[in-house]
């Protein structure tokens, strides 16, 4: 049984959070953040879950226990909307993941409830999946950097006066879903980038909003995430070194980070790491906040 949706007050929103054990919670921070200015005066009071399956480290698994509750929770909790993050997929196929059961069975609650839900990232890929079948394809290189984003239709109770110009907004994935495979299926693209491709779409009258992008960024994500997998390749965890972030680092900053790596390509050492700037220069210092707010307002419109 479904517990009834909250009509007064705050919006109960559900927080789906996938993301790997060192950032799960900036995540949580991330997002409500962005859905609380989206949601407007109503407000916004968020609840935790975790998906039975995802692999964490013991101690996160404790701390994350005392404050997340099951997604098996999810249909008696009332949520007026519900948020489902990325994950670090480990598995060419999302449905041999270990989370996949406990992720279809989220995702048919949610179709089946007719409840708002935003999929993020690898979230977006396993839901039209699960949902139509639809596979993402492997990029001959990671989608990674600032992208100019422009609108293509308006959302919901906006008319084509009201849609965003272009936006740069962060993409960091190593896979795309086929633009013509989203539209076969009735998917309507709202945002994408003449460089990646779809940016977000939406599905289900619009209660459904995906993102491929990752609107909810700090400024320096893409650079905390670019130092993590230099780590990687330097302790010989990947076979490649990774590709500066595009459109991301200034000019004298992606110098210095291709001198340091040219250095680094005869000599795989971790303590290299020592040498790479913590906080290299932004060509975007300012994380850019007004497209997700917007996105996010036009889908929570369909929660009210």
Request: glycine share 8%.
């Amino acid at each position: 049984m479904n517990e009834p949706k909250h009509k007064a007050g705050p919006l109960r929103i559900g927080l789906v959070n996938n993301m790997p054990d060192g950032a799960y919670q900036v995540a949580e921070r991330r997002f409500t953040e962005l859905i609380g200015p989206a949601a407007g005066p109503r407000g916004v009071e968020m609840r935790l879950f975790a998906l039975p399956g995802l692999v964490r480290a013991p101690a996160i698994a404790v701390r994350m226990a005392a404050r997340y509750q099951s997604t098996d929770d999810i249909p008696v909790a009332g949520l007026d909307a519900l948020v489902v993050t990325g994950a670090e997929g480990r598995m060419a196929d999302l449905r041999d993941e270990a989370f996949w059961p406990a992720f279809a069975r989220l995702s048919d609650w949610s179709a089946q409830s007719r409840t708002p839900t935003l999929w993020s990232c690898l979230a977006a890929h396993a839901a039209v999946l699960h949902f139509d079948g639809i596979a993402r394809r492997r990029l001959p290189r990671k989608c990674s950097g600032v992208f100019m984003v422009d609108s293509v239709v308006p959302g919901p109770g906006r008319d084509a006066r009201d849609a965003s110009t272009a936006c740069p907004t962060p993409h960091s994935r190593h896979n795309a879903l086929d633009e013509a495979d989203l539209a076969k299926h009735g998917y309507s693209v709202l945002t994408r980038s003449a460089e990646c491709g779809v940016d977000s779409f939406a599905g289900a009258g619009g209660r459904f909003l995906f993102c491929q992008g990752h609107p909810e960024y700090d400024a320096d994500a893409l650079a905390l995430e670019y130092r993590r997998d230099v780590v990687r390749y330097l302790r010989g965890e990947q076979a490649a070194p990774p590709a500066l972030p595009e459109h991301y680092f200034s000019s004298e900053a992606e110098a210095e980070l291709e001198a340091l790596m040219a250095g680094a390509l005869g000599r795989r050492d971790s303590k290299l790491i020592a040498a790479w700037p913590h906080q290299p220069a932004l060509r975007h210092p300012q994380a850019p906040r007004e497209l997700a707010v917007t996105l996010y307002g036009d889908w929570l419109k369909t929660a009210l």
